[in-house]
């Protein structure tokens, strides 16, 4: 207790000095606050771009069909499946997919592009795809229309088709036949050429089955789950409690490999540019350490001339260096979650939108969590701990008779 009142007095005592060095690791703190905050909420925004538009939490297909995907790795949703599904309390919604490649003519012209089958309802309460739709109805809008279609604006502007048009099919069925069918334009997706959707087609689920002769079979099932960084524990259990053996479960992470290896190499550079920052301010926070040791050495000789511990002097500088990082944060709080607040409202535009791991984003936003606060908090307190040590040894060491004829 003793300990603790020295420090804090001295603390008053040189008001400019103490002023100096708080100021410079409540600085520390709020900029490594942020910068965590921006990392978190920026990440956070990516991953649920990615997602909500597409991907989901977590997916089932057939054993091997990540790694080589196929038209014949196909399976069908057991009843025991579906209620799984429904009974899971952390899955707010499902849908199944079909995949395939088509060639598409009109007229005088064709391409090649890849098509998707979707439950209309079902996909609508996984991702965003009725919000893709910039032209025209969505799928389940046109009750009247047979095989209707979504086509991306890509597509729409190579083939120049436009909405109620016809377009003929052809494709592979699952049987070994040739699939052919026409199919009617209801809507268009897509904001410009560079979007994913936008070399996409998409159809209903009963539409795909029958033109590429499927029968019930899907090729996927997408989950959405109440939060995204439970997707590994979700898709580990789910794996662990399916009937059938065939069926493979893979969380986001897995599914989206390479945009999540990207982003896990950012996060790596991100942290090594904090722990530079952290490294410079443990320099300056050093440098006024030892500037503060060394004006009061003829304090601290007279001190061990009149009998005073050295270990007492010793605990004195480590508590008066640690009493002052914990003030400063707990100042240096209110400014960070204040910031972070502002910049998780408002967020900070990018011109022109950037591509991350396949993903386009044109706004930087920041999270407020405990880990944003906590973490930063640790760090700033350890480091101004750690690099007390050094002038406190030097001052519990120092010769009584040397130091009180100094200054």
């Known amino acids: 207790m003793l300990t603790l009142r020295l420090a804090f007095r001295n603390l008053l005592r040189h008001k400019s000095r103490s002023l100096l060095c708080a100021m410079s690791m409540m600085g520390a703190y709020v900029l490594f606050s942020i910068s965590l905050g921006f990392s978190d909420g920026s990440y956070g925004n990516l991953i649920r771009m990615l997602t909500d538009t597409h991907s989901g939490h977590v997916q089932i297909h057939k054993n091997g069909y990540l790694e080589r995907p196929s038209l014949f790795r196909n399976f069908i949703i057991s009843p025991v499946l579906k209620k799984q ?5 952390e899955i707010e919604a499902w849908a199944a997919r079909i995949f395939s490649a088509v060639l598409i003519f009109r007229e005088n012209k064709s391409t090649i592009a890849r098509l998707m089958a979707i439950d ?6 996984v991702t965003t795809m009725r919000e893709k739709v910039q032209a025209g109805k969505y799928l389940s809008e046109e009750a009247d229309v047979i095989n209707p279609i979504l086509l991306g604006v890509h597509l729409q502007k190579l083939l120049q088709a436009k909405l109620g048009e016809t377009l003929i099919f052809v494709g592979q069925g699952a049987d070994g036949s040739i699939a052919n069918d026409l199919f009617t334009v209801v809507g268009i997706v897509g904001k410009s050429s560079a979007d994913a959707e936008s070399r996409m087609i998409y159809m209903t689920l009963e539409s795909a089955q029958e033109f590429l002769s499927l029968g019930g079979r899907i090729h996927e099932v997408v989950l959405r789950l109440e939060n995204y960084s439970v997707a590994r524990k979700q898709a580990a259990d789910l794996q662990e409690h399916l009937k059938n053996k065939e069926l493979d479960v893979q969380p986001w992470q897995v599914v989206e490999e390479q945009f999540y290896k990207a982003m896990l190499a950012d996060q790596q550079g991100n942290w090594i540019s904090q722990a530079i920052i952290m490294l410079i301010v443990g320099l300056v926070v050093l440098i006024t350490v030892l500037m503060n040791s060394f004006e009061r050495r003829h304090e601290y000789g007279l ?5 005073t511990p050295p270990g007492f002097i010793f605990r004195s500088i480590i508590v008066e260096m640690t009493l002052l ?8 709080l209110f400014f960070s979650i204040g910031l972070n607040l502002y910049f998780t409202l408002n967020g900070i535009a990018i011109e022109p939108p950037m591509e991350y791991g396949g993903v386009v984003f044109s706004t930087m936003s920041s999270e407020v969590s405990l880990f944003v606060l906590f973490v ?3 760090f700033t307190i350890g480091v101004a701990f750690l690099v007390a040590f050094f002038p406190a040894i030097k001052s519990a060491r120092a010769i009584p ?4 004829r100094e200054n």
């Open 85 to 89: 599904l429904s009974a899971n309390p």
């Open 120 to 125: 209309p309802e079902q996909e609508a309460q």
């Open 303 to 307: 001190l061990l001339a009149l009998g």
């Open 325 to 332: 990082s914990i003030l400063s944060v707990f100042v240096g």
């Open 376 to 378: 930063p908090a640790v």
């Open 401 to 404: 008779i040397e130091a009180m």
